[in-house]
């Protein structure tokens, strides 16, 4: 495949951890065996403990799960490079690694501390989404949080603002569409929908709606394209031709260079039919190359608009 793969969203990290599994090869979707199909391969790991609440604390979870996938970074070092930045994924990239970006999904992981955003980036943590599926500090207020949650809160503005001057790209993939709206009027740099389609073609309410594609493009940030068949289609089986249908409308809404990928792979069981984890990336790319979609497009879904966004909002 002559195409980079750069993918916004996977939970592979926590998925690793319960397993007690090796990056290298594994029962997952996401190995470094699957990337070896790629032609490069860069991927932002997300730690996301909220759903694991009934059984210990989140920051011991994301500290458990960090120190696990710290180790396989270790261990496997020979085929994929830490990154903080832009230069960083290209140099890996150059170097025929893989890389490695780290995020956090649900601020719950750093008990919603504006002030513990220092150390998560230290960590080297460089994209956060302020909730996952529950009310916190940030965005409270939530029966069904992207619908009926509401805003961002005092500390939540707070976090976000320093979340972007610290260098750490905002993910409001499962924030509120009133916290949507709230942050749109505090950024001061690029975000993204890591892993959210598009919600005129897939009623689901983590998908966005046309408006709030069109805001984050003029915000200069991405959606990820997410595999997983209930955001990709209302009913049955999702195929690629179902993910082609989010591809087009956000094309017909003037989303080239705002379309990227966020699979959701480790995060979901039911995927299009034919996929089976991230080296069927290939796949898909074939198959945009079959619908006639021009290579500077798929270039552009498939790496160059979310290192676009890396590069303006990372250190």
Known sequence: MKYT??????????ELWLRQENLRSN?????????????????????????????????AHYAAALEHFNRQLDEN????????????ARAAIGSGKCGAFLSIEGAEAISCDPGKLELACAQGVRMIAPAWNAQNALTPKATLPQVTGGGLTAQGKEFVRRAQKLGMILDVSHISEKAFWDLC????????ASHSNSRAICKHVRNLTDEQFK?????????GLNLYGAFLRDEGRPTLEDVWRHIEHFLELGGDGHIALGGDLDGCSVLPEGFAGVDSYAMLAQWLEDRKLPSSTIENIFSESLLKVVKQCTM
């Not at 793969?5 to 926590?14: A, E, L, N, S």
């Not at 070092?77 to 960083?88: G, L, S």
């Open 215 to 223: 805001a984050l493009c003029e915000a200069g940030g991405t959606a």
């Open 5 to 14: 793969v750069v993918d916004g969203h996977c939970d592979t990290p926590m």
């Open 77 to 88: 070092k020979d085929q994929i490079d830490r990154c903080k930045n832009e230069a960083d």
């Open 185 to 192: 009027d505090i950024t001061e740099k690029p975000f993204v």
């Open 27 to 59: 029962t997952c979707q996401v190995s470094l065996e699957r990337a070896k199909k790629l032609s490069g391969y860069v991927q932002f790991y997300a730690f996301c403990t909220v759903w694991l609440e009934q059984d210990g604390s989140f920051e």
